[in-house]
């Protein structure tokens, strides 16, 4: 009998740790520090073209049925780009090709920022002082209407510990381009240093341009006029079609 | 005490020690054709295979257990009699370590990828075969996620993250698939789906010899979403998929290669590569990183073809690069954790003394007997 239990056990153990798993969740945090100048996508390195660049490398196949507008085909990689092998550029397909908002759209750098290309949905990162970059600005485009206005200022109140049901006055401005212009600011005396945010939303056809300064209180407000220049020099190039 | 003699069974050794041969064997010849990570899936990281197609047939996993479980009965049942044959107990001891070793490796080990650019730094390594669907409310360059392993999906399976409305059930998953658009389907569809790269739809693949190559896709419904019924995720979005829930908050979603949390942050300062004098076979190939390890604790390392950096049971290995039209390089790093690394050196030795010790004991005992004979 013992024996029979023990077997009987032992499988019952093995088919239930086989079977109805739970979802679990992790929770990690991920940074990532982009290098200075921008990149573009790799290109394989053949004897043919360039020993010198030879290398055990090769790129992961792109999709037939992607749009012709799609980033993996903005002037990435070459037809003979895919392959089979050790797939180097695992996780990185959607990292090195620039999103394809970024070919239309040109802005006037305030003096002493620095601008760091984006990836992805984020075009672009901007510090408005270099050595101290809790100051951010960023511009992320959303394809459509990426949320009401309402949807995301109480997003952006909440980040900065406003209450998101609060009221906020929003401005409409035209520069180059018209947009919405929001200033949120946490005047709380016991937070050492209190955060602030500005941002500006253009509403554009397919899209939505987000550029969004956020950090503390005295690197936002010193900067504001200068976040207003870059929102009003942002500007949708003309594509020829 | 006798029922359990079964487990103590040189029979039991027998057969599982013959069922290995059989596997390896057919695992062999099945990874020709099948690819290897599919052969040892089927016939090794399984409890029970089907052979045909039909006929149920213990699998490796199965084997192993058991060949364990038989190798501890005997230690037991067999040797306990006043340590009288160290050498065999050294053997049993040395051949469970193994095993254990071996389960050990395979439920905690990771291998994983990180590729640099010069300047760059990451804390998290990709791995090359498993998915994950990360959730965050910023994407920020330091961001928290929240994530679900791609592998522990099944269909009707829910999916919550903390501190949102929105609820997840799976719909529908593909292991390898790619998305469809409008045009691309033939049936109606009762929902579409909301997808950041307009797919509706998925069209399952066969599978491939290669996992790395594999390209999942989930269908997922939504509740508690402002205008969304289902979404659909694919590593082909490019960009992640904003959804609003009810409350007003909006939250971003994507299906990406599973990020592993690494010990370090580490910066890629510096590529370099040399080849053999008028041939394209890499002579040298190293990294010049700088690895932090807390906010005021850093430390320049090279990583370098056969010099890999280890770090608290992880290792990185140079393993390849690639360079842009530009002439940026990037680095690429073969990352793996093991803590059980060890386990096979002690194991082999272990079980070595063991044969050695059994081995001059036996002498000796045939010796001892021959004086007395004579």
Known sequence: MPVKLLTISFFS???????????????YVE??????QPQTAPQIASASTDPMRAAPLTVEAIPENLPADHPTLQGRLPPSAGGAGPNVMAG??????????VTDLSWDLPPGWKENPGNGMRIAEFYPEPDKPEGLVTLIALSGGAGSLQANVARWRGQIGLDPKGTSDIQHLDGKEHFEFLTLVKESQSMEKPQSLIAAIYQQSGRTLFLKFMGPTEIVASHKIDFLQLASSLDQKETSE | MKKFMVFASIRLTVFCLFWLTVLTFWGTVYQVEHGIYEAQDKFFDSFVLLGFGFLPLPGGMLVMTLLFVNLLFSFFVHYQAGWRMPGLMLIHIGLMMMLLGGFFTK????????SLFEGEGRNAALSRT???ISFA????????????????LRKRSKVEFRDSELKFKVLEVVQNGKGL??????KELDVIPKSSADFVAIEKLP???TPEDHMPAVRLAVEGATGVEEILLTPRDQRPLGIESEDGTVRFIMLRRKRYELPLFMELNDFSRTYYPGTETPEDYRSLITVHLSEDLQRDVIIKMNEPFRLNGWTFYQQSFAVTDNNSEMSVFAVTRNFGRLVPYWATGITSLGLAMHFLQMQWMQLARRRKKS
Not at chain 2, 107 to 114: F, L, N, S
Request: hydrophobic share 35%; aromatic share 6%; glycine share 2%.
């Open chain 1, 13 to 27: 153990i093995l088919l239930f740790s086989a079977c109805g798993r739970k979802v679990e969740v992790r929770d």
């Open chain 2, 207 to 209: 599978k491939s010899k």
């Open chain 2, 181 to 186: 658009r409008v045009n691309e389907v033939e």
């Open chain 1, 31 to 36: 940074v990532v520090q982009r290098p200075e």
């Open chain 1, 92 to 101: 990185r397909e959607s990292e090195v090709a620039p999103a394809p908002e």
């Open chain 2, 130 to 132: 498993e998915w994950e």
């Open chain 2, 137 to 152: 409310d910023e994407l920020h360059s330091v961001q928290a996620y929240q994530a679900v392993d791609f592998s522990d």
């Open chain 2, 107 to 114: 439920v905690t080990g990771i291998e994983a990828t990180v």
